[in-house]
């Protein structure tokens, strides 16, 4: 049974069961999952559609969807147990369907921490009850689950294998009309609607201030296939003279076709950092909302490549510090300052070594095997 709960782990888990097939092919797997889940072979009894929801509002009007899942499931378990149960992130559903398996003798492996190690460092007891076996992708958290005495097995991140440009810089400029010989500035206000609406706004005014210092500065922002442009345009009409292309559903093109990026935080900073372009992060919250996080935030950077490097690499604008004034400056000096650039760029290429390289699917699907046998 693969419980996959949103678009991200559907990825991850349709990948890892093409590939656990590819070595055993007399497994079936169901579950929760989507399209990604379905195309591998497994069979989906309530897909992740329904349930990928984010915010205390939207999970509560969503609430019988979300247990009438669980039942179903804690039923399938109770009426047939699997042989494993792999969970894949989606922690709050995934530990209250665990326990279940757990009290009839069902093995569980867990893919994709919940971020323990950043905050509400407590779970950790429940999850030393309720899994037989961690997969981690970051090296640190085997490191912070071996410290709690909780099994652990670190197997690389499938996103490694996954973030490729579909062509060279110079081809893609080319392809997005921009001029090879002037800088390209990326601006990624992130994917969810919440986010754009706390720090586009914050992001265009940057962009604004630079062009005024790099009056020749291109600008470009990948949109997101959770967003329409219609989500974006009332603010990009106030900046129209930065002439910004929008370009849907590239993400990876438009990183690599760019100089340096503006980014929000997020799992965007990873693949930034493997496509090994320079990069400033922000990010905003309400001031209660980062009053109370602040005094439960266990980590010093909020950017994964930093995280992971225990330095920073890429530079943070955090709450009070992100401004439009002090962002533009550091996006100038990453463009002017040659040292200062081929230095983040020696550090982010370091990265993709810290997470164990390719083949983190396949090291998930030999690891999802030995736990059958």
């Known amino acids: 049974m693969v419980i996959a709960g949103e678009a ?54 969503h609430r019988k969807v979300i247990f009438g899942a669980l039942d179903k499931m804690r039923d399938a378990i109770t009426n047939d147990p699997p042989d494993l149960l792999l969970l894949v992130d989606y922690p709050e559903f995934n530990l209250r369907l665990a326990k279940h398996a757990k009290q009839h003798g069902v093995k569980v492996l867990f893919y994709i921490s919940p971020q323990v190690w950043a905050w509400r460092q407590y779970r950790v007891k429940k999850i030393r009850r309720l899994v037989d076996m961690m997969a981690v992708v970051f090296p640190f958290e085997e490191t912070f689950y071996l410290k709690h005495q909780v099994p652990v097995r670190f197997v690389g991140h499938p996103l490694v294998n996954e973030v490729k440009p579909g062509a060279d810089k110079i081809s893609l400029r080319n392809e997005f009309k921009l001029d090879a010989n002037k800088s390209v500035i990326g601006l990624l206000p992130g ?47 106030e900046y129209s003279d930065l002439k910004i292309k929008v370009i849907k559903n590239r993400p990876y093109d438009v990183i690599s076709s760019s100089d340096v990026v503006l980014t929000v935080s997020g799992t965007v900073t990873l693949e930034i950092a493997l496509l090994k372009t320079p990069m400033v992060i922000i990010n905003k919250v309400a001031w209660l909302t980062y009053v109370l996080v602040n005094k439960m935030i266990k980590i010093n950077y909020i ?34 300052d040659e040292t200062t650039r081929n230095e983040m760029i020696h550090e982010l290429s370091k990265v993709e070594s810290m997470l164990g390289g390719a083949g983190g699917i396949d090291n998930i699907a030999n690891l999802t095997l030995e736990m059958l046998d």
């Open 191 to 237: 994917s969810r609607k919440s986010e754009v609406k706390r720090l586009l706004g914050i992001i265009l005014e940057s962009a604004k201030q630079t062009k005024a210092k790099i009056p020749d500065a291109q600008f470009i922002l990948p949109l997101a296939d959770t967003l329409d442009e219609i989500n974006l345009q009332p603010l990009l009409n």
């Open 8 to 61: 991200s782990g559907d990825l991850h888990a349709g990948k890892l069961i093409a590939a656990a097939k590819e070595k055993n092919n007399n497994i079936d797997f169901y579950g929760i999952g989507a399209d990604n889940m379905r195309n591998a072979g497994a069979e989906v009894l309530v897909d992740s559609k329904e349930m990928a929801v984010v915010g205390l509002v939207e999970i509560w009007s």
């Open 303 to 336: 950017g994964l490549c930093n995280i992971i490097a225990d330095k920073e690499i890429a530079p943070e604008f955090i709450q009070y510090d992100a401004t439009p004034e002090k962002i533009s400056a550091k996006i100038i000096e990453i463009l002017s």
